[in-house]
Antibody
Framework: EVQLVQSGGGLVQPGGSLRLSCAAS????????MNWVRQTPGKGLEWVSY????????YYTDSVKGRFTISRDNAKNSLYLQMNSLRAEDTAVYFC???????????????WGQGALVSVSS | DIQMTQSPSSLSASVGDRVTITCRAG??????LNWYQQKPGKAPKLLIY???NLKSGVPSRFSGSGSGTDFTLTISSLQPEDSATYFC????????FGPGTKIEIK
């Protein structure tokens, strides 16, 4: 059974840092591209970052470039999101999501983590 | 970025009703359109991919259609467990989601 189990999240002051983790099981983790997606009541679902199976290709949405770092450890079947210089507008529920990559289609998320709330407030 | 819009933003319908949600893309996205269902406190769940293909395990009362810029999700006979928010998502370029349509059961 495919599972993505998230940890991390919590309350942090503006300018602070937080690290999210996503532990994968039930599939060959290194064979799949992974993403982080966040959700707020105001902005809805917003893609945050992408990492290829090997970790060699990485993308970010413009608003987090230079502040967030996506990484993965294929030996540990784990995905990470290091978030620095956090702002109030980063407050959201963050999900990790597996890219199905069905027949070459990208950005198709077939499994998601349970979500982790990140609150940025003083 | 490709902007996605959905209508209506919410609806209330009875069990057994036929329900249709519309999604519109800001530019042509071909058939790169997917639908997700999200229940409160849960992660989104992929329902339909590339306009009309049902993910394995999704009930056949769900269907999708459209191409280019205009797409629809139809539930042929609404069931109580279909109460949720539905999001469209384009995967033509770096992805973006619609704002969602909340379906409530009368």
């Amino acid at each position: 059974e495919v599972q993505l189990v998230q940890s991390g999240g919590g309350l942090v002051q503006p300018g602070g840092s937080l690290r999210l983790s996503c532990a994968a099981s039930g599939f060959t983790f290194s064979g799949y591209e992974m993403n982080w997606v966040r959700q707020t009541p105001g902005k809805g679902l917003e893609w945050v970052s992408y990492i290829s199976g090997s970790g060699s290709t990485i993308y970010y949405t413009d608003s987090v470039k230079g502040r967030f770092t996506i990484s993965r450890d294929n030996a540990k079947n784990s995905l990470y999101l290091q978030m620095n210089s956090l702002r109030a507008e980063d407050t959201a529920v963050y999900f990790c999501a597996r890219d199905w990559n069905l027949d070459g289609y990208k950005w198709l998320f077939d499994y998601w983590g349970q979500g982790a709330l990140v609150s940025v407030s003083s | 970025d490709i902007q996605m819009t959905q209508s209506p933003s919410s609806l209330s319908a009875s069990v057994g009703d036929r329900v249709t949600i519309t999604c519109r893309a800001g530019q042509s996205i071909g058939r790169y359109l997917n639908w997700y269902q999200q229940k409160p406190g849960k992660a989104p769940k992929l329902l339909i991919y590339t306009v009309s293909n049902l993910k394995s395990g999704v009930p056949s009362r769900f269907s999708g259609s459209g191409s280019g810029t205009d797409f629809t999700l139809t539930i042929s006979s609404l069931q109580p467990e279909d109460s949720a928010t539905y999001f469209c998502q384009q995967s033509y370029t770096t992805l973006s989601f619609g704002p969602g349509t909340k379906i409530e059961i009368k």
